[in-house]
């Protein structure tokens, strides 16, 4: 079983979110392909949480998985019954 890629540092910009991997890996989603973040504020778009497996926006209740993030960069195929990339403390 492959070990899940790690998050350490996710962080966003006026045009991204971006999240990094422990060994280095970065991948992003673009707030314009997202019809919620892309409505949203700086200020709404900064306010988020991490779970396990992806991004949370209490405020806007929109979620981005990190599994897709790193799939849609080529990074990283998703997994069958787990994530392939996880965030934990």
């Known amino acids: ?8 540092k996710v962080w966003t910009d006026e045009e991204s979110i971006y999240a990094q991997t422990t ?3 970065v991948a992003s989603y673009r ?3 997202w019809h919620v973040l ?3 504020t700086p200020e709404q778009r900064a306010d988020f949480t991490l779970s396990y497996c992806g ?16 799939e849609a960069a080529g990074i ?6 787990r ?5 934990s403390e």
């Open 1 to 8: 079983m492959k070990t899940p890629l790690q998050i350490s």
């Open 23 to 25: 060994t280095g890996e």
């Open 31 to 33: 707030f314009a392909d």
């Open 38 to 40: 892309r409505s949203a």
């Open 55 to 70: 991004i949370h926006w209490p405020a806007l209740n929109e979620d981005l998985s990190f599994e897709g993030m790193f």
């Open 76 to 81: 990283c195929p998703r997994g069958i019954d």
């Open 83 to 87: 994530c392939n990339v996880i965030y």
